[in-house]
């Protein structure tokens, strides 16, 4: 397989890894997304879009469930077929093909997942309600749901590349998980070396990219409307200590967010080819 171009390979590992797929049952992973979604649409409630904290919290929550799905798919993929790898690598199997391989196939499972999130979210989230930038709100959303689901299941393939086992994988997943959320900016207010670190995270762009969508900033707080509500306090202002400039609905905020997800994979990728030569370098 030495003299085999790297598009033949990629092509020749992909059909293995879509038939194992099919053997080991992949549809359970879009029932996961759907369970999952259903949950997160029916937790948000009528409010969403039209108070800050409910809309907050519901795209906080949508972001976290689009990035456990998108590792879930991912994160036992390599690591389980490291003695595979490992006598296919001796054979003259390229690194790069094989991450390559699994790379395309979570883009065709999370696209899958992400359509039934979307649908989902749009029975319950009322997204027709949401301010858009370049093309329509549900376009926008979805990118954001897809992109934010492929990137964490190529995140998954890093972990996945650098474990060695399957069990070492799903124990460095919780941590992978909770930095994602401690980090998105929504549950504390992030200041220096955490605020650096956050911005190589998926939580925080996703954030970033639905906050911008949605005008998030311009979206009045339970507090600001229960104080209009009292003619003697027209005019009070109350401002909301979360708003970021990152929520300003401009184009280049959007278009950031979205290439900094897809920075973040492609990083991702790259991780996953390179950790992956280093463990089979003596083959």
Not at 259 to 268: E, P, W
Request: proline letters at 3%.
């Amino acid at each position: 397989m030495n003299d085999t171009s790297f598009f033949t390979q990629t092509h020749v590992y992909f059909k293995k890894v879509f038939r194992i797929s099919l053997r080991e049952k992949a549809w359970k992973f879009l029932i996961f997304a759907a369970i999952i979604a259903s949950i997160v649409a029916l937790i948000v409630g009528p409010d969403m879009f039209t108070k800050f904290e409910p809309t907050n919290s519901g795209f906080f929550t949508l972001a976290s469930a689009c990035i456990w799905i998108g590792i879930f798919n991912s994160i036992q993929s390599i690591c389980k077929e490291h003695e595979i790898v490992r006598a296919e690598y001796r054979q003259g199997m390229k690194m790069s093909a094989y991450v390559a391989a699994h790379v395309l196939w979570q883009a065709l499972l999370c696209l899958a997942q992400a359509i039934i999130i979307f649908v989902l979210c749009c029975i319950f989230m009322h997204f027709d309600q949401s301010p858009h930038l370049l093309i329509s709100a549900y376009v926008e959303n979805f990118v954001t749901i897809y992109l934010l689901t492929f990137g964490a299941a190529v995140l998954g393939l890093m972990i996945s590349s650098i474990s060695g086992t399957p069990t070492t994988a799903m124990t460095i997943m919780p941590f992978v998980l909770i930095v994602q959320l401690v980090l998105s900016g929504v549950l504390f207010t992030l200041k220096g070396a955490t605020e650096g670190f956050s911005f190589v995270t998926l939580s925080k762009w996703g954030m970033a990219a639905f906050g911008c969508e949605a005008d998030l900033n311009a979206i009045p707080t339970g507090v600001q409307k229960s104080i209009s509500a009292i003619p003697e306090a027209k005019g009070i202002v109350i401002s909301n200590p979360l708003q970021s400039d990152f929520y300003k609905p401009q184009v280049i905020n959007l278009l950031t967010a979205w290439g900094a997800i897809l920075g973040i994979t492609v990083f991702n990728a790259v991780v996953s080819v390179v950790a992956l030569k280093i463990k089979n370098k003596d083959s």
